[in-house]
């Protein structure tokens, strides 16, 4: 109210209270009248406001969106004039046993991923959440694989993952293993070969949200719990991690989306090899449409993915709420 | 209960370690990208350091890709996107944060469901809408589906939500317009939730892959990581030139953080608390 006094005409002092509702109304009375003024134009003021952001949202988020459920039920493959044809895409699918493959990639990406992406940046964040001379240089450091492109990271461990390269000589060296592991040319190992550069790339970016959710944490808490004589292990179980379950949740969301989507590692690392064994649904879905152009086909595997993202963030929501 | 020595020399410990895994093939790569052509890169056991440091790879790569075309590519379509996604982001967040309109409610929701889809659903249709736009192989191309984003806007919308009102209305009662107002009194105040906006779309667009592969034939719109794809994929034996490369790519980007390391790790964590 003090910036009301500002424009010069209501400069006498509210000295009682009869007196400081009646400025109040007059103020509140004059802004009324300048939002009124030249009301056509007023009411388009929003609009205007809005109109950018709309606009581009809607051309490349909202359209596509539906065009995407529009082609998923034609066979427009960009060459031929498209012709509806139902739910035979979605038919096709459920008989594609590459789909079907690529599906089982997918969920079994986010079981392994996603419970180590929500639990392991916890440690990293209790680590770094210190004051100590040089944290600021380690929290940067473990910042480091966030700000890199995904090709380069997928490019930088195939080349860490080689037979002959230098995690195979650390773990023959150290007596790990007896033979090197063939990271990612056995079918066996390169699904989770894939997972562990997707779990490095993410630890650091969880661990940043982690670290805003332990700095929100009021400190009296634990100042109260020393002074009960609790130790440091059991506040930490006990008012940490139950205060931090917000943040938690954010990142279960985040993580498990992240998940869905993988893409770059598989483009760069295995094309989807070898034996199909690191094909995703997204890269099932990039080869039907950039590679065999049935982008009708590709569409309708699109819009499982959408849903599968959508059911798994309201589960992850429901789950994580109901405990509070 | 004051933490013991030892339990700082373990938390140092633990930080070590943790900066080995994250650090290490960063590490490795730039030493295969020094070693020179004479060095056998998969010698058993592998040599850590390179024998005799050179930076002969870094020239073969320039002189067998446009490296610095695909540089100034990427800082271009970066400039434009965090720009515009600042502007517009901010533009739209002012009415929903602030003003009484028809639709405020609808709009909001729409905007907000936008950010739960993947992208990947919408590449096919937004592929063949920019086919139609004339939009392949331009840098207009690879900006505009970055230039406004969902997330942007919900981030500022919270920002002026922040604001106190009264400030707002003595503007309007000193006559200012609602651009003067938001230009002058509000994008001013909401500087800090700029710069983690700016932070955020700069590290997606930087990174980005997958879009500018399918929107783009011609490669001299190439952007950074499309040029270390393409390297990979034509020496895909020399390892040293592909880790240069790489290396060269990281550079700019590892500047950027280093110097505004601050605003990285403070602004994620504000976008954090908010988003």
């Keep these: ?324 | 209960m004051k933490a013991s020595p030892l339990a700082i020399v373990l938390r140092y410990f633990g930080l070590l370690c943790v900066a080995l895994l994250t650090m290490g093939p960063f590490l490795w790569l730039l030493s295969t990208a020094l070693k020179s052509g004479s060095e056998n890169i998969f010698a058993y056991p592998p040599s850590l350091l390179p024998e005799q440091p050179t930076l002969e790879n870094f020239g073969r790569v320039l002189e067998t890709q446009p490296f610095m075309l695909y540089l100034k590519n990427s800082v271009l379509v970066a400039l434009l996107s965090v720009t515009a996604n600042l502007v517009f982001a901010s533009l739209a967040a002012y009415p929903l944060a602030r003003m009484e309109f028809r639709g405020k409610n609808l709009i909001f929701v729409v905007l907000l469901s936008s950010m739960m889809i993947p992208f990947q659903l919408l590449m096919i249709p937004v592929y063949s809408i920019a086919i139609s736009l004339g939009l392949q192989n331009s840098y207009l191309g690879l900006v505009l589906p970055h230039a406004c984003t969902a997330f942007g806007v919900f981030l500022m919308r919270q920002a002026f939500l922040g604001i106190p009102k009264a400030l707002e209305e003595s503007a309007l009662l000193e006559g200012l317009n609602r651009v003067q107002i938001w230009w002058y009194l509000l994008v001013p105040l909401v500087k800090p939730s700029l710069a983690t906006l700016a932070v955020f779309s700069f590290i997606a667009v930087w990174g980005d892959f997958l879009w500018p592969l399918i929107i783009l034939d011609d490669p001299s719109y190439y952007t950074l990581p499309l040029g270390v794809n393409r390297l990979a994929n034509t020496f895909s034996m020399d390892w040293r030139l592909v880790a240069a490369g790489a290396v060269f790519s990281i550079l700019p980007i590892l500047a950027v953080f280093l110097f505004s390391q601050k605003y990285f790790i403070e602004g994620a964590m504000r976008g954090a608390v908010k988003g």
């Excluded at chain 1, 009301?39 to 388009?44: E, H, I, K, T």
């Excluded at chain 1, 096709?92 to 969920?107: A, E, G, H, R, V």
């Excluded at chain 1, 992406?117 to 004051?131: E, K, T, Y």
């Excluded at chain 1, 090899?273 to 990039?286: A, N, Q």
Aim: charged share 15%; hydrophobic share 50%.
């Design chain 1, 1 to 324: 109210m003090q910036t009301s006094n500002s424009s010069g005409e209501s400069m006498l002092a509210p000295d009682s209270a009869g007196e400081g509702a009646l400025s109040r109304f007059r103020h509140n009375l004059r802004i009324r009248r300048v939002l009124q003024s030249s009301s056509v134009l007023n009411a388009l003021v929003p609009y205007l406001f809005l109109l950018p952001a709309c606009a581009i949202i809607g051309a490349f988020v909202l359209y596509p969106m539906l065009h995407a459920i529009m082609a998923s039920l034609t066979d427009y493959n960009m060459i031929t004039e498209s012709q509806f044809v139902g739910a035979d895409n979605y038919r096709m699918l459920l008989q594609d046993p590459f789909f079907w493959n690529s599906l089982k990639n997918t969920l079994l990406y986010l079981l392994v991923v996603v419970p180590v992406l929500v639990i392991a940046p916890i440690f990293l964040a209790l680590l770094v959440n210190r004051s100590l001379p040089g944290i600021k240089l380690f929290r940067a450091v473990f910042y480091l694989p966030v700000i890199t492109s995904l090709v380069v990271t997928g490019l930088i461990w195939k080349w860490v993952y080689e037979e002959q390269g230098i995690l195979n000589y650390f773990l023959l060296s150290s007596g790990i293993t007896d033979n090197p592991v063939a990271f990612l040319t056995d079918p066996a190992n390169a699904l989770f070969s894939v997972m562990a550069v997707t779990v490095w790339t993410g630890l650091g970016y969880y661990m940043v949200i982690y670290l805003a959710g332990l700095q929100s944490i009021p400190r009296h808490l634990y100042e109260a719990a020393d002074v009960e004589g609790v130790s440091k292990w059991r506040q930490t179980l006990f008012i940490t991690i139950p205060l931090l379950k917000p943040s938690i949740a954010v990142v279960a969301v985040m993580s498990s989306i992240a998940a869905m989507k993988v893409f770059e590692e598989v483009y760069v690392m295995t094309q989807g090899g070898p034996l199909d064994s690191t094909k995703t649904l997204v890269y099932f879905i990039y080869q039907s449409a950039f590679e065999e152009f049935e982008m009708g086909y590709a569409a309708a595997a699109g819009v499982v993915l959408f849903l599968l993202t959508l059911v798994l963030s309201l589960v992850n929501l429901f789950l994580l709420r109901k405990d509070r």
